[in-house]
């Protein structure tokens, strides 16, 4: 594993008589999205301020790039900070400033890079986040979710090595809130930046991030992979995200992941003492990220519910389905064997139309490729390998695209 691009090491920091962090030690790696939960008022966003050194701890040390902050001068702190880009929940777009005028913000007080490489860059941004038609609008004038999206337009405009994002989806609609998600997701893919996000949203973190900590009464109580905490032990993690997770995911309105798990352990019981046969298909949108680049995150994950909408339709009563990823779908087909599996996973292409997904006037330049692997489950086998054998490339396996 890489080296820790921030770490803090027993981290203590108290307003008045409010002790908010009590021992805080937590590694951000490079290249990664990490995202911070916990309860409200735990002091998620304090440990987000002392990152950029808006906050000083008490106590303890923080390091940037294998540098203790305490050690370094004002201006080692000042270049350091350079590399950094903060989005807060808010937004904080300035009133008396166009949308231009925000994005640019940054490089004509930060930079001294000539005129026309600063109109070239916050125009490259623009487009980037489809804002052109925004260019001389004042914030007033933006819904919440257009802000936000300015916000981090403005935040990637100095092609920053860290970027942190305060709650960037708060009081959006679940398909601008995991339109924003999968922005961020494929900008960082793209650019590679270090990406510290604070959110409140199960199951949806589990979708975008590559690790996770939660900050519980003023310290970390989890730090590792979204898999490994949706079945970590720990009862206080536990209770956590059960009492976050929502009893539907919002966008598609199927079963969250650990609830397609839960079904499959019951028709897994099913199997083992009544012998009922069960399979899995797992169900891709394999160029999700190309039709978000093409026509915009907003239609991308709207064709997502559309998607969804229309795998339920064609699902028995004894069926379930969940999301499973960010461009997967999990549907465990009750009293099914491998031959009603792939009856299922080839119907697909007859029972699915272009025109029920995608509904946007370019359509027609866009074709939507969708993969449904399938496979039986046999006694005693576990999710993931019933999951390997669906996704393996081979005869249970299909393809097919949509236009």
Same mark, same amino acid.
């Given at each position: 594993?890489?080296?820790?691009? *921030?770490?803090?090491?027993?981290?203590?920091?108290?307003?008045?008589?409010?002790?908010?962090?009590?021992? +805080?030690?937590?590694?951000? @790696?490079?290249?990664? +999205?990490?995202?911070?939960?916990?309860?409200?008022?735990?002091?998620?966003?304090?440990?987000?301020?002392?990152?950029?050194?808006?906050?000083?701890?008490?106590?303890?040390? *923080?390091?940037?790039?294998?540098?203790?902050?305490?050690?370094?001068?004002?201006?080692?702190?000042?270049?350091?900070?350079?590399?950094?880009?903060?989005?807060?929940?808010?937004?904080?777009?300035?009133?008396?400033? %166009?949308?231009?005028?925000?994005?640019?913000?940054?490089?004509?007080?930060? %930079?001294?890079?000539?005129?026309?490489?600063?109109?070239?860059? =916050?125009?490259?941004?623009?487009?980037?986040?489809?804002?052109?038609?925004?260019?001389?609008?004042?914030?007033?004038?933006?819904?919440?979710?257009?802000? $936000?999206?300015?916000?981090?337009?403005?935040?990637?405009?100095?092609?920053?090595?860290?970027?942190?994002?305060?709650?960037?989806?708060?009081?959006?609609?679940?398909?601008?809130?995991?339109?924003?998600?999968?922005?961020? =997701?494929?900008?960082?893919?793209? @650019?590679?930046?270090?990406?510290?996000?604070?959110?409140?949203?199960?199951?949806?973190?589990?979708?975008?991030?590559?690790?996770?900590?939660?900050?519980?009464?003023?310290?970390?109580?989890?730090?590792?992979?979204?898999?490994?905490?949706?079945?970590?032990?720990?009862?206080?993690?536990?209770?956590? *995200?059960?009492?976050?997770?929502?009893?539907?995911?919002?966008?598609?309105?199927?079963?969250?992941?650990?609830?397609?798990?839960?079904?499959?352990?019951?028709?897994?019981?099913?199997?083992?003492?009544?012998?009922?046969?069960?399979?899995?298909?797992?169900?891709?949108?394999?160029?999700?990220?190309?039709?978000?680049?093409?026509?915009?995150?907003?239609?991308?994950?709207?064709?997502?519910?559309?998607?969804?909408?229309?795998?339920?339709?064609?699902?028995? *009563?004894?069926?379930?389905?969940? $999301?499973?990823?960010?461009?997967?779908?999990?549907?465990?087909?009750?009293?099914?064997?491998?031959?009603?599996?792939?009856?299922?996973? %080839?119907?697909?292409?007859?029972?699915?139309?272009?025109?029920?997904?995608?509904?946007?006037?370019?359509?027609?330049?866009? $074709?939507?490729?969708?993969?449904?692997?399938?496979?039986?489950?046999?006694?005693?086998?576990?999710?993931?390998? =019933?999951?390997?054998?669906?996704?393996?490339?081979?005869?249970?396996?299909?393809?097919?695209?949509?236009?």
């Amino acid at each position: 594993m890489e080296r820790p691009i *921030i770490q803090f090491y027993n981290v203590f920091k108290k307003f008045n008589a409010n002790q908010v962090l009590r021992g +805080v030690s937590l590694r951000i @790696f490079p290249g990664q +999205v990490t995202t911070i939960i916990g309860k409200s008022g735990t002091g998620k966003s304090v440990l987000l301020k002392h990152i950029i050194g808006l906050l000083q701890p008490d106590a303890g040390e *923080i390091l940037l790039y294998g540098q203790p902050l305490s050690k370094m001068k004002p201006s080692q702190i000042n270049q350091l900070r350079a590399r950094f880009s903060y989005v807060f929940q808010d937004a904080a777009l300035f009133d008396s400033m %166009t949308v231009y005028g925000n994005i640019a913000l940054p490089l004509l007080e930060g %930079t001294a890079l000539a005129k026309s490489e600063i109109t070239a860059r =916050v125009e490259g941004k623009m487009q980037q986040f489809e804002l052109h038609a925004f260019r001389d609008k004042y914030p007033a004038e933006l819904s919440g979710g257009m802000k $936000r999206r300015v916000a981090l337009a403005r935040a990637l405009v100095t092609d920053p090595e860290v970027v942190l994002l305060d709650e960037p989806t708060a009081g959006l609609d679940p398909v601008r809130r995991n339109a924003v998600y999968a922005m961020i =997701v494929d900008l960082q893919k793209k @650019f590679g930046f270090t990406a510290v996000l604070i959110s409140h949203e199960v199951p949806d973190i589990f979708f975008f991030s590559q690790r996770i900590a939660m900050l519980d009464e003023g310290k970390i109580r989890f730090e590792g992979f979204p898999e490994d905490m949706q079945h970590c032990t720990d009862s206080v993690v536990q209770l956590f *995200i059960q009492g976050l997770e929502k009893p539907r995911d919002a966008l598609t309105g199927m079963a969250t992941p650990l609830q397609g798990e839960r079904k499959f352990q019951e028709e897994m019981a099913r199997l083992q003492h009544h012998q009922i046969a069960f399979s899995v298909v797992m169900i891709t949108v394999e160029n999700l990220d190309e039709i978000n680049m093409k026509m915009g995150h907003v239609v991308g994950q709207t064709m997502l519910k559309n998607f969804a909408a229309q795998i339920k339709q064609h699902l028995d *009563i004894t069926d379930s389905c969940s $999301r499973y990823s960010l461009n997967q779908i999990l549907v465990v087909l009750h009293n099914a064997d491998i031959e009603d599996a792939r009856r299922f996973a %080839t119907g697909l292409e007859h029972e699915l139309r272009f025109e029920d997904l995608l509904t946007t006037d370019t359509k027609n330049s866009l $074709r939507i490729r969708i993969s449904a692997g399938y496979a039986q489950a046999e006694e005693d086998s576990l999710i993931k390998e =019933v999951l390997a054998k669906a996704e393996s490339k081979d005869s249970r396996y299909y393809e097919f695209e949509l236009h």
